[in-house]
């Protein structure tokens, strides 16, 4: 079997090496997974760019890293779900609180919909469940908030997959198991 290696810079393209730079210079370094991806530019590009777009949507920061979590958690992805209990953290969640994003579950109701609708879509490869999509409208999210949810389960959904196909070390310290 073909293993995936982390590139380095000099690996990749001139375009994934301008992406790399980039991303040291927001974030310190460039994580694996990233990396990786930046086999292909265009794939690096694009998912930092469908990534970035969800940045100013009807969930906050905080609110997307319990979806990252969530679906993370379903795609039983090591590397993201390490990566985004760190980044839940810094955001301000307890460690409980995570352990309890990635069931699904919070305090805030209204957001715990929004979670449950994302935990469904990302189970049911897309086709979420009608109650929970009904309780994700009562709960006063509007059609706009639906798509948003879907593109942020989307790009979770990615690196999620090119974590499963590449296996690349986790530079990140692991997620608690779930008990």
Do not use: W
């Not at 375009?15 to 086999?39: C, D, H, R, W």
């Not at 930092?48 to 039983?76: D, P, W």
């Not at 006063?140 to 639906?146: D, F, I, P, S």
């Amino acid at each position: 079997m073909k293993t995936i290696n982390v590139p380095t810079k000099d690996q990749v393209s001139e375009p994934s090496q301008q992406i790399f730079e980039a991303i040291t210079k927001k974030m310190g370094k460039v994580p694996n997974l990233y990396a990786t991806i930046g086999y292909s530019a265009n794939a690096l590009k694009g998912i930092l760019e469908f990534e970035e777009a969800f940045s100013h949507s009807a969930f906050s920061a905080k609110e997307r890293e319990g979806i990252n979590l969530v679906v993370s958690q379903v795609n039983n992805c090591d590397y993201c779900l390490a990566a985004h209990t760190m980044l839940a953290g810094l955001k301000g969640y307890t460690p409980e609180d995570i352990i309890g994003l990635r069931k699904g579950q919070t305090a805030d109701g209204k957001f715990e919909a929004a979670l449950q609708l994302a935990q469904s879509i990302a189970q049911n490869k897309g086709t979420a469940t009608i109650p929970l999509k009904e309780a994700f409208f009562n709960a006063g999210y509007n059609e706009a908030a639906l798509i948003e949810l879907i593109g942020i389960v989307t790009v979770r959904t990615f690196t999620n997959y090119v974590y499963a196909q590449t296996q690349v070390p986790v530079d990140f310290p692991a997620a608690p198991a779930l008990n």
